[in-house]
C-alpha cells in the first residue's frame, strides 16, 4: 500500500513543479500556490526521507483496518462510515501525518485477519480492540497501549446461573476466531463448551434463543452490546484478563511505531485522547486511567 502511495505522491510532486515552473509572477496566484506547496511540505517534510510516515504524508492517504461491528469503538454508522473510540484515534494519527478524513481508508478487520492485513500490506495500520501480546509481537508490531480493558461475560437478562468464568463448566460459550477472550476460555476453562464465530454480532442471536449461555469479549465490547439491547443482555462478574489495546503495524518498522507512541503520548497530554473517549465510548462508559505507553524491544 505505502508504495504504491508513495509512486502517486512522486508523481504528484513532478506535475506540481512542473506547474510551478509554468506559473505567472502574478502575486495572487504565487500566494496560493505557496499556501498548498507550504501545508503539503509541512506534512511531509517533518519526517526522515524514507520512512513510513513521509511516505503516507506524501501519499495524503491511509489505510487503517477497524472493526465494524463494535459498538463504541468501532460500528459501521448508516452513513457508510465507521464510528468510535478506535476510529477516533485512527483519525488522530492520520491527522498528524497531514491527512485529513477524506484520505483516509476504512477496511474492516476482523480478528482473525488482523495480523494477516497488516503482513501483506492491505492496511497501513490496525485500531480493533487488538490486544498487544506476546505472541502476536512475533508477527506484527505495537504502538500503544492507548486504551486498557478486561474480559468479561454477557448473559441474557434472564440468567442467574453465571457471575464468573468459574461457573463455565458445561456451559455454551460464544466468542470469536482468532480473539485473546476465546483463547483464554480454550486454555484455562477446558470444562466450557466454545463456539467460535468470525465477529461478536455473530454471538447475540445464538445468546438470545438459548443456543449459547454466555458471550465472552472484552468489557467494552460487551458493554456497547448490552448499551444497545438492555432488555436482552447484561454483563456480570468483574473483568478477569488485562487486555491493553495496541494499534498494529508491519513487524519490523521501528521508526513508525515510535512515532505512533510519541502521538499517544502528545494526546494523553494535551487532552485530545480524553476528547475522544468522551464523544464515543465515553457515552455509556467511566472516564478510564490514561494508559502508559510500553516502548518495548523486538
Known sequence: MIRRKAAAAALGVAA???????????????????????????????????????????????????????????LLAPSGDPEGFDVEIGKIIASELGIDEDGIEWVETV????????????????????????ERKELVSFAGPYYNAGQALMVSVDNEDIMSPDDLAGKNVCSVEGSTPAANIADNYPDANLSLFAAYTDCLEPLRNGQVDVVTTDNVILA?????????????????????????????DDEFRDWINDVLEEIFEDGRWLEAWNATAGTVLPEPDVPTVDRYEN
Not at 480478528?111 to 506476546?134: H, K, L, M, Q
Not at 456497547?224 to 519490523?252: M, N, S
Open 16 to 74: 506540481a513543479a512542473l506547474l510551478a515552473a509554468c506559473s505567472s509572477d502574478d502575486g495572487s496566484e504565487s500566494d496560493e500556490s505557496g499556501s498548498m506547496g507550504a501545508d503539503d511540505s509541512m506534512s511531509a517534510g517533518e519526517f526522515a526521507e524514507g520512512s513510513t510516515m513521509a511516505a503516507l504524508a506524501d501519499a495524503g492517504a491511509i489505510t487503517i483496518g477497524t472493526k465494524f461491528d463494535q459498538p463504541l469503538f468501532g
Open 111 to 134: 480478528s482473525a485477519n488482523r495480523e494477516p492485513f497488516i503482513e501483506d500490506g492491505t492496511v497501513d495500520i490496525v485500531v480493533a480492540t487488538y490486544t498487544i501480546n506476546d
Open 224 to 252: 456497547g452490546y448490552v448499551a444497545e439491547y438492555p432488555e436482552d443482555f447484561k454483563v456480570v462478574g468483574e473483568p478477569f484478563t488485562e487486555e491493553p489495546y495496541g494499534i498494529g503495524l508491519a513487524h519490523d
